[in-house]
């Protein structure tokens, strides 16, 4: 039976969340629900995977090291943030969602970083690169009339670009990621 963690930074409920994986058929042993970052993990784990967690924080590189310190000889790592610091998705977040930015640090969207610190923890890097085609969404916030209608006008302009630009590219693709094992 292979362990995963998973440290999450939604509002999820762990019922939903085990429900959501039996739906998916991904079997799970035991969900640990608490404070990543003050746990005190008693095992490896065969898989941790990260989605939309580490840009939360500012000693981000040190939770990667925590998360990759659970890793098992052989064990992956699986990380997925949004790719908000690239040149088109931040232009467009600094004028239409931007209180939603202001709650991701940019400094942890940065590949070659990662690659650095996992490389330097005994990892080999299977997949790093941007995905998701062309898309853009926003959270929920205050926006001013003229905000609404651009953004209005900017989600026709995504529904038209998305089956032209479904190629994934770093300039503007909406997520970033990386898998990669420990040797």
Known sequence: VQTCALPI??????NDLNNFLIQQKIPVNEMIYGDFLN???NRKFKTVISLGFIEHFKSWKNIIIKMVDLIDSGG?????????SCPIQ????QELDYLNLRRHNLEAMNLNTWEQILKSKGFSILYQDAFGGFDFWVDNEPRTHAQIELLKNIQSL?????PRLAVSDISYSPYIGMIARKD
């Open 90 to 93: 931040l232009a467009l977040r």
């Open 158 to 162: 995504t529904q038209f670009l998305k």
């Open 76 to 84: 992956y790592f699986v990380c997925e943030v949004p790719n908000f």
């Open 39 to 41: 746990y005190q993990f």
């Open 9 to 14: 930074c939604f509002p999820v409920t762990i």
